[in-house]
C-alpha cells in the first residue's frame, strides 16, 4: 500500500492526539515533522510519547522544506483559513483539521470552495464517530430496532464552539443525513465570549429535518447532565428517539437502549478514546487518498452541513426569527454575538 508523507503543526492535547494517530498509521503515513511557535512544548509533547522528529517554529517553512502529501493542524479557529491556504500554495494532497472549520460561515464556504477548485481533500475532527458507543447506537439505528426516528436530542456542558459542530454532525450522521430546512435558537451569557472558542454561556436550538425529523441541542451551563457531572467534557451525548424505543450515548461512559425486539439493553465497557478514535480516522484519510470512490466520514462537504445548522442557532438567538437554509453567508454571527449577547441573569445552582 501507498504511504503518504505528513506534517502536524500543534503541540497541545489535541496535537498530541495526532501525532499518535499518525504514528499508529506508519504503515499508511511517514510522520516527517513537526511544528508550534513554542518548540520547547514541542519538545516536551515528543518527549513524553518518546519519538523524535524534525521541529519547526515556522509552519511555511516546515511545509516548503518537507513537502508532505497531508498537512495536519490542530489550533484555534480563527486561523483556520489562512492555514488551509498556506496548505494549498504548498501543494499538499490532503488537509486535516480540527473542529469548528471556522469562526463564520462565509469563512467555512471560502475553505470548502477553495480546496474543492485545487483538488485537495480536507478532512475535520469529528472523531467521535469511531468510538465503540456511538458505532453500537448508529447499528441500532439503522437496524430500525427503535422503528422510524422522530428526534435526536443532543448536549454537552462544554460550550459552543468547542462541541456544538460534534453534536450537530453525529446527530445528523445518527440520522443517515436528512437534509436541514429550518433553524430556531437562543443564546445567552457572555462568559466564553473572549474565549479563543467564542461562545455564549448557553445556546438551544431546534432544528425541522426533511422528513419531519426534528433535532434539539444545548451546550453549555443549562444544558443537562448525562449523568457525569464529575466529567465536564464527557458530559454530552445524544439520544435518538424512535417511534417503538430509544438509544442513547454518553460520551464518557457507554450506551444504552430500549428496542422493540430486546427491552432495555446497556453497555458501559466502551467511552471516549481520544487518541484511539482519532487514529481509525486517519486511517480513513489514506483510504480516501488511495480511492475517491471511498470518501471520508468526517470530510469537509458534511462538516460543512453542520456547521452551517450551528451557525443558524447563533443567528436566530440574535435576531430572533426563524433561519431557513441556506444561511446568507455574509451574516456576520460572530461579531454580533461579541457585540450584543446578553448577560446570564442567572446561575445554575450545584446540584
Keep these: 500500500m501507498k504511504r503518504y508523507k505528513a506534517v502536524v503543526l500543534g503541540a497541545g492535547q489535541r496535537g498530541r492526539a495526532h501525532t499518535l494517530a499518525f504514528l499508529k498509521n506508519a504503515d499508511r503515513f511517514d510522520l516527517a515533522a513537526v511544528c508550534d511557535l513554542d518548540t520547547d512544548r514541542m519538545k516536551a509533547m ?3 510519547i518518546n519519538v523524535s522528529l524534525p521541529i519547526y517554529a515556522s509552519a511555511d517553512e516546515m511545509l516548503a522544506r518537507e513537502k508532505p502529501d497531508v498537512f495536519c493542524f490542530v489550533t484555534p479557529p480563527a486561523i483556520r483559513l489562512e492555514l488551509v491556504k498556506l496548505g494549498i ?14 469562526t463564520t460561515l462565509g469563512e467555512a464556504k471560502e475553505i470548502c470552495d477553495a480546496c474543492d477548485a485545487a483538488g485537495i481533500k480536507h478532512v475535520i475532527c469529528h472523531q467521535h464517530k469511531y468510538g465503540g458507543h456511538w458505532q453500537a447506537v448508529k447499528r441500532i439505528v439503522e437496524s430500525g430496532r427503535i ?3 422522530r428526534s435526536v436530542h443532543a448536549t454537552s ?6 462541541y456544538i459542530t460534534h453534536l450537530v454532525d453525529y446527530a445528523m450522521w445518527l440520522m ?14 457572555r462568559g466564553k465570549v473572549a474565549d479563543n472558542h467564542p461562545s455564549p454561556d448557553y445556546i438551544m436550538g431546534q432544528v425541522g429535518f426533511a422528513g419531519a425529523v426534528r433535532g434539539f441541542f444545548e451546550c453549555g451551563t443549562l444544558a443537562p447532565s448525562r449523568g457525569m457531572p ?5 458530559d454530552a451525548g445524544a439520544t435518538v428517539l424512535g417511534t417503538h424505543g430509544y438509544a442513547e450515548v454518553v460520551v464518557g461512559k457507554g450506551w444504552r437502549a430500549v428496542t422493540a425486539d430486546g427491552g432495555y439493553i446497556e453497555d458501559n465497557s466502551v467511552s471516549f478514546d481520544e487518541s484511539g478514535d ?16 471511498q470518501p471520508h466520514p468526517c470530510r469537509g462537504e458534511l462538516a460543512y452541513r453542520g456547521f452551517e445548522v450551528s451557525m443558524a442557532m447563533l443567528q436566530s438567538g440574535l435576531d430572533p426569527r426563524t433561519i431557513v437554509l441556506p444561511m446568507d453567508l455574509s451574516a456576520p454571527t ?8 446578553p448577560e446570564d441573569n442567572y446561575q445554575l445552582e450545584t446540584e
Design 46 to 48: 515528543l518527549a513524553g
Design 89 to 102: 500554495r504548498h501543494g499538499v494532497k490532503a488537509i486535516a483539521y480540527e473542529k469548528p472549520m471556522a
Design 147 to 149: 422503528g422510524k426516528v
Design 157 to 162: 456542558k462544554g460550550w459552543f464552539f468547542h
Design 176 to 189: 443517515d443525513y436528512p437534509k436541514p430546512q429550518w433553524v430556531v435558537g437562543h443564546i445567552h451569557g
Design 230 to 234: 464529575e466529567h465536564f467534557w464527557y
Design 278 to 293: 482519532t487514529a481509525p480516522y486517519i486511517t480513513d484519510l489514506a483510504k480516501w487518498m488511495d480511492d475517491p470512490s
Design 334 to 341: 460572530l461579531d454580533r454575538m461579541v457585540a450584543e449577547l
